[in-house]
C-alpha cells in the first residue's frame, strides 16, 4: 500500500519547537519532491515549505521562512520539518505530499500524487 504517514505533532508553548516526520511506506521517496502544508480552522490549506528530490532545493513561504526548516533522509524514506520559535498562529493540522519529480528543485505549489492524513499542531500557553 502506497503511504505517507505523518507524525509529531501535538501541543507546545510559544516559542518552543517541534520536528515533525513525514514517512514513505510502498515507495521510494527519493524520486518525489515533497510539500508541506498546513490547514488552521476556518482557513484554507496553504503550501508552506517543499523539497526537492535531493534535498538541495528548498522553498518556504515568508510565514515560516527562519523559522521552519526541510531536510529529508532518504536512507530512512522520511522527510522531516524542524519547527522553531513556534507561534500561536502556526497551530494547524500538517500535511505532507509527494509528487513524482525528476528536478532537484521544487515548488510549494502544484499538484501532488500521494498525501498523509495530517498530524495536528496546537501552539498555545
Known amino acids: 500500500q502506497l503511504q505517507l504517514v505523518e507524525s509529531g505533532g501535538g501541543l507546545v508553548q510559544p516559542g518552543g519547537s517541534l520536528r515533525l516526520s513525514c514517512a514513505a511506506s510502498g515507495f521510494i521517496l527519493d524520486d518525489y519532491a515533497i510539500r508541506w502544508f498546513r490547514q488552521a480552522p476556518g482557513k484554507e490549506r496553504e503550501g508552506i515549505s517543499c523539497?526537492?528530490?535531493?534535498?538541495?532545493?528548498?522553498n518556504y513561504v515568508d510565514s515560516v521562512k527562519g523559522r521552519f526548516t526541510i531536510f529529508r533522509d532518504n536512507a530512512k524514506n522520511t522527510v522531516y520539518l524542524q519547527m522553531n520559535s513556534l507561534k500561536p498562529e502556526d497551530t494547524a493540522v500538517y500535511y505532507c505530499a509527494a509528487r513524482r519529480s525528476l528536478q532537484t528543485m521544487c515548488v510549494i505549489g502544484g499538484k501532488n500524487d500521494y498525501w498523509g492524513q495530517g498530524t495536528q499542531v496546537t501552539v498555545s500557553s
Open positions: 523539497i526537492g528530490r535531493s534535498g538541495a532545493g528548498t
